[in-house]
């Protein structure tokens, strides 16, 4: 199994970004998908998470509105479309799926929010 995220960046606060997630070796529209945030000294957050089919998502309070996740199962990816971005939103992203028993990680994507 492999997650690897892209799309982090600086942005200024109101900006926008799209983060993406390439998954590789397993079968990935049978499963559902998450994103986490983590800023260092605090406990890792989730953010979003999307089932199989991409019918059904769910979203911390705190993106609720401003974040979207999708993704595109021929493309084995899930994508985090983030709007409206604060300065709070600042953390490292992380894809995230739970197969087998096990948690799965990618290597995360830097976002800062920075004027």
């Known amino acids: 199994v492999q997650l690897v995220e892209s799309g982090g960046g600086l942005v200024q606060p109101g900006g926008s970004l799209r983060l993406s997630c390439a998954a590789s070796g397993f079968t990935f529209s049978n499963y559902g998908m998450r994103w986490y945030r983590h800023v260092p000294g605090k406990e890792r957050e989730f953010v979003a998470s999307?089932?199989?089919?991409?019918?059904?998502?769910n979203y911390a309070d705190s993106v609720k509105d401003r974040f979207t996740i999708s993704r595109d199962n021929a493309k084995n990816t899930v994508y985090l479309e983030m709007n409206s971005l604060k300065p709070d939103d600042t953390a490292v992203y992380y894809c995230n799926t739970f197969l087998l028993f096990a948690q799965y990680w990618g290597q995360g994507t830097q976002v800062t929010v920075s004027s």
């Open positions: 999307i089932d199989k089919a991409g019918r059904s998502t």
